[in-house]
């Protein structure tokens, strides 16, 4: 949990600015429709907010601020994870486009 001391620093910045992305927010959603088995009538694109996008990075990473991304090594590397999935999720929407 971070402390009063702890500022975010880098990856604080890069999580908060992944989560406006609406890019993301699609992404979050055809994560969720694939692992639920969803149709896109279930759960349209669009669904997800930034402030959804902000839970789904601190509940993955097990942090209460993103702040503590800077901070907490196990943390950082699912964070690294995340970014590093989205970016092969747009890859290949890019490619079937």
Same mark, same amino acid.
């Given at each position: 949990?971070?402390? @009063?001391?702890?500022?975010?620093?880098?990856?604080?910045?890069?999580?908060?600015?992944?989560? @406006?992305?609406?890019?993301?927010?699609?992404?979050? @959603?055809?994560?969720?429709?694939?692992?639920?088995?969803?149709?896109?009538?279930?759960?349209? %694109?669009?669904?997800?907010?930034?402030?959804?996008?902000?839970?789904?990075?601190?509940?993955?990473?097990?942090?209460?601020?993103?702040?503590?991304?800077?901070?907490?090594?196990?943390?950082?590397?699912?964070?690294?994870?995340?970014?590093? %999935?989205?970016?092969?999720?747009?890859?290949?929407?890019?490619?079937?486009?």
């Amino acid at each position: 949990m971070a402390t @009063d001391q702890q500022k975010g620093g880098r990856l604080a910045r890069e999580a908060a600015m992944l989560g @406006d992305l609406p890019a993301f927010g699609l992404y979050l @959603d055809a994560r969720r429709r694939r692992q639920h088995g969803m149709t896109e009538d279930q759960l349209p %694109d669009g669904t997800h907010t930034p402030e959804d996008a902000a839970d789904a990075i601190r509940r993955a990473c097990g942090v209460q601020s993103r702040a503590e991304l800077d901070h907490n090594e196990a943390a950082a590397a699912m964070f690294r994870r995340i970014v590093a %999935d989205f970016g092969n999720w747009k890859r290949r929407r890019e490619g079937a486009c």
